[in-house]
């Protein structure tokens, strides 16, 4: 995966082997991403390299992150539970996304014609990060630990594929990060983890 940030907008993110190619994602929206970025940046979030992709930031918290697909550009926003969606633009990344998370933007023109709801999005989610305001914990079948809650929020790919597990997989990775006392140490498990998270696979499972 990419380090810097403006590899991203002039190669890709790194993950597949598209990288630096003309049928990478990126270089196919590449006029839309930049402004995006630029929308981001206006809106005066720090930049990051989080995942291969820009992560846009405020105050230590993440804020939002942008990619691109096939289909086309994406703006995901983290803590999506809290926004309002007057506009109504925000989509589940999948079925089994709990909160609609993204706005999908198809052209550069889908990006000028949003600007100013994105902008308002931003805000209200500054805002949230500024006044320490988190989306409340839902009670379901599974208690996560807050370890293993806290990577998820971080990170979107994770999430996403940790919801479309089934119940008793996702159980089996709250068993095995509970099994351990530190806090350092569960954070490791999780680290450990993730390729068999985003495969699909139970923490048993080879």
């Not at 990419?2 to 907008?9: A, G, K, N, P």
């Not at 993950?15 to 929206?29: E, G, H, K, N, T």
């Not at 803590?79 to 506009?87: G, M």
């Not at 609609?100 to 949003?114: E, H, K, S, Y």
């Amino acid at each position: 995966m990419i380090t810097q940030i403006e590899d991203y907008f002039d190669k890709g993110c790194g993950r597949c082997a598209r990288f630096d190619s003309d049928d990478c994602a990126a270089r196919l929206w590449q006029p839309g991403l930049r402004m995006l970025r630029a929308i981001c940046l206006e809106a005066g979030l720090t930049e990051a390299v989080k995942w291969g992709h820009p992560c846009y930031v405020h105050d230590g918290r993440n804020i939002a992150i942008i990619g691109a697909t096939r289909a086309g550009i994406r703006l995901n926003f983290f803590n999506a539970a809290l926004l309002r969606d007057p506009e109504g633009v925000l989509a589940r990344q999948g079925q089994n996304t709990t909160h609609p998370d993204m706005i999908a933007l198809n052209t550069p023109d889908d990006v000028a014609r949003l600007a100013p709801v994105i902008r308002a999005y931003l805000a209200e989610a500054v805002a949230y990060a500024v006044a320490g305001i988190k989306p409340v914990k839902e009670v379901g079948a599974i208690d996560l630990p807050d370890e293993l809650v806290s990577a998820l929020d971080d990170d979107p790919e994770l999430a996403e594929a940790f919801a479309a597990l089934t119940p008793g997989r996702q159980k089996s990775y709250v068993i095995m990060v509970n099994g351990a006392k530190a806090e350092t140490t569960k954070l490791a498990r999780i680290a450990r983890a993730r390729d068999k998270i985003i495969a699909g696979k139970g923490a048993m499972e080879r």
